[in-house]
């Protein structure tokens, strides 16, 4: 089966930026989506696709594909960054949706 | 507004069986294919499964195929998951979500499903 593979952790200083990496076998040529979880809710899309972004997400999450890892980028992380951050895909072959494992990103 | 609102959830023994249901508004429900994601406490997101808008197509994680089955009555904006042979590895958070090309983009606040004798 499809694996996407992500750090657990990753901790970042305000002000700073924050890249949370997703591998996967040729995942350059994929749709990749990332969501963000914060504690005790239920998970939101934050970036789809190409670099698109819901409305209300704010242009500083923006995300890159190409290769074997997907990066979804945060600049001026804030506070109220703090959440676990899922990259998913849809792998056609086995027509399954696949979650990465998640990396919990902490403010310092 | 998109709304998702599960229910269903709750205690059964391993072996038992559960029925979940989402009920959806704020869209037009039979324009959308939609899934289900569960969580184990303390742990990642898990796909389950998910029905194509017409409910002419479903598809299943490998660790559920064969106990799960999902379906939608679409005259009802109504999504359900109905759980089999329930283990204790089924123990979770399960949330329903609206799918489009964008990935899931509105989710519930989901049921929690527990598994004990």
């Known amino acids: 089966s499809y694996v996407l593979t992500q750090p657990p952790s990753l901790s970042v200083a305000p002000g700073k930026t924050a890249s949370i990496t997703c591998g996967g076998d040729n995942i350059g040529s994929m749709s990749v989506h990332w969501y963000q979880q914060r504690p005790g809710q239920a998970p939101v899309l934050v970036v789809f696709?190409?670099?698109d972004r819901p409305s209300g997400v704010p242009e500083r999450i923006s995300s890159s594909n190409s290769g074997n890892t997907a990066t979804l980028t945060i600049t001026r992380v804030a506070a109220g960054d703090e959440a676990d951050y899922y990259c998913?895909?849809?792998?056609?072959?086995?027509?399954?949706?696949?979650f990465g494992g998640g990396t919990k990103l902490t403010v310092l | 507004e998109v709304q998702l609102v599960e229910s269903g959830g709750g205690l059964e023994q391993p072996g038992g069986s559960l029925r979940l249901t989402c009920v959806a508004s704020?869209?037009?429900?039979?324009?959308?294919?939609m899934g289900w994601v569960r969580q184990a406490p303390g742990k990642g997101l898990e796909w389950v499964s998910a029905i194509t808008a017409n409910s002419g197509r479903t598809f299943f994680a490998d660790s559920v195929k064969g106990r799960f089955a999902i379906s939608r009555d679409n005259s009802k904006n109504t999504l359900s998951l109905q759980i089999n042979s329930l283990r204790a590895e089924d123990a979770a958070m399960y949330y329903c979500a609206k799918w489009s090309p964008s990935g899931y983009d509105s989710w519930g606040q989901g049921t929690l499903v527990t598994v004990s004798s």
């Open positions: 696709s190409h670099d």
């Open positions: 998913h895909v849809w792998d056609s072959s086995r027509e399954q949706v696949v």
């Open positions: 704020g869209f037009i429900f039979d324009n959308y294919a």
